[in-house]
């Protein structure tokens, strides 16, 4: 295994790692919720809750901030070049695919690996064990088993 070190990027990894933290951690001790992606939208899109503003309001302004982000990162520096390297129905498939896995096992990378962990969560850990491992299987798979990439 080599490392590619042009897209080596330590400190850059480190900060979004310490924002993430900060931001669970304010999530959780400003408005005691989880911050798990596909529940905090999901619960966005279901019917009715535009009539609760508790349920919503957060919640868009979550998600709002999630479409931000790179707008304002763009005062700071360049956006990375965006590279679609497989057709746009397997980016969608793919999509669908970890909806169902989060819905399956009732929430997210986020929600279980960053914010259920760290509650000491052992569904989280279950759930966090899984899809690393169903990860690097499928990337095994990919590369070596059948080796597409």
Do not use: K
């Not at 798990?36 to 619960?43: E, K, L, R």
């Not at 969608?92 to 969560?121: I, K, M």
């Amino acid at each position: 295994m080599t490392i590619w070190w042009n897209a080596f990027t330590p400190w850059s990894s480190l900060a979004g790692g310490v924002l993430i933290g900060l931001a669970a951690a304010g999530m959780v001790v400003l408005l005691g919720r989880v911050t798990g992606i596909s529940g905090i939208v999901g619960a966005l899109l279901q019917r009715g809750s535009w009539r609760n503003a508790g349920v919503w309001s957060w919640r868009l302004a979550f998600v709002l901030g999630l479409l931000a982000a790179p707008l304002v990162w763009q005062w700071f520096a360049p956006l990375p070049a965006m590279e679609m390297p497989r057709s746009p129905l397997l980016i969608v498939l793919a999509g669908l695919l970890v909806g169902f896995g989060t819905r399956l096992g009732s929430g997210c990378t986020s929600g279980h690996g960053v914010c259920g962990l760290s509650r000491l969560s052992l569904r989280s850990l279950a759930a966090t064990l899984t899809f690393m491992a169903t990860g690097v299987l499928t990337v095994w798979v990919l590369r070596h088993a059948i080796q597409t990439v």
